[in-house]
């Protein structure tokens, strides 16, 4: 049994996403295994989370890639509606 002089941070097993990077309006693909490594609907659920709690409207899928069949997950921030 270890004896620990502070305590661990908030969050040890939850791995922090750079959304603004992802919210950028780009296109983006997140590999299994490269950027996540959860089961890729949970990383939907929290892509679909976070643009909540930012308030930015998202598409988001979830996929395998036909040429190397990697699990996969495409997400794109949306531009405001307009009217």
Do not use: N
Request: aromatic content about 8%; charged content about 35%; some cysteine.
């Amino acid at each position: 049994m270890r004896v620990l002089f502070e305590f661990p941070p908030h969050s040890l097993r939850g791995r922090r996403y750079d959304w603004d990077l992802i919210f950028d309006g780009h296109i983006r693909e997140l590999e299994r295994g490269v950027d996540f490594a959860c089961e890729p609907a949970s990383l939907v659920t929290a892509v679909r989370k976070a643009a909540r709690r930012r308030r930015v409207r998202v598409e988001v899928r979830s996929y395998t890639r036909p040429e190397d069949r990697r699990a996969v997950v495409a997400v794109q921030a949306l531009p405001d509606a307009v009217g």
